[in-house]
Every structure is written in C-alpha cells, then in structure tokens.
C-alpha cells in the first residue's frame, strides 16, 4: 500500500493535537484557540478593520465576524467607528483583553517549550524555513 501519510495529512494531524492542547490549556479563561489568533493579532496593532483582520488570520469575513462577536460580548473588543469608511468599523482591545493577553501570552509561549523540547534551534529554524514554503506553494 503506497504511504498516505502526505505532507499535508501529517500537518493536519498536528494542527488537530496543537488545538486540542490549547482548547484545554485556555478552557479556564473561556477562550478558543481561534479566539486567541484574534487577540494575539490586534495586539500586535490595534484598531484594524474587520477585513484587514481577516486577511491577516486567513479567515473568512464570516467567521471573523463570529469569533469578534464572541469577544465583544466577553468585553475584550470594541468595535469603532472607521472616519474614513463609514460603512466599517476598526476593532480595538479593551484593557481587560491586554489582561487577558498577558496571561495567555505566557500559556502559549510555555506550551511553545513543550512541544519544542528535545528540539535544538538549528531544527527549528529549518522547520520554519520549511513551513514558509510550503504556505508560498499554497
């Protein structure tokens, strides 16, 4: 039987795990790992719009929508008012969200070490190198 274990099938299985790991690491907070892809991107820039958001976290308008909701309604993000684009709205944290992102911050730099463990720099950097390809080819 030809080997099935694919670039892609192998990738998909650890994103599947990485996921799981991190539902259950950021349960106590009440926040999905998708949630935190949001957070963690507008703390590197506040007050973006929802479809520059989108663009940089690969979503779709849809579900963007969705998770910034979700958030809203935690009180971790406020929609306002975009002065050049009436009809969209820049989202912005709220100071209980960069309370939020400093402790999951922590949580996922820790979770980080343990899956890198065992794994010297040389490697790593390799497999960033690989990863950045392989999403060039997509």
Request: hydrophobic residues 40%.
């Amino acid at each position: 039987m030809a080997n099935i274990n694919t670039i892609g099938y192998e990738i998909c299985l650890i994103a599947r795990k990485i996921h799981q790991n991190l539902t259950i690491k950021f349960k106590e907070f009440d926040i999905t790992p998708e949630q935190w892809v949001i957070l963690k991107e507008l703390s590197k820039e506040d007050k973006i719009s929802q479809n520059e958001l989108s663009f940089r976290v690969e979503k779709d308008k849809n579900n963007i929508k969705a998770i910034i909701d979700k958030l809203e309604k935690k009180g971790y993000l406020l929609r306002q008012e975009n002065l050049n684009d009436k009809r969209a709205f820049l989202i912005r944290l709220t100071d209980k969200a960069y309370l939020l992102i400093n402790k999951l911050k922590d949580i996922d730099i820790e979770f980080n070490n343990e899956l890198s463990k065992n794994i010297n720099e040389k490697d790593i950097e390799l497999f960033k190198i690989f990863l950045t390809k392989l999403k060039e080819n997509l």
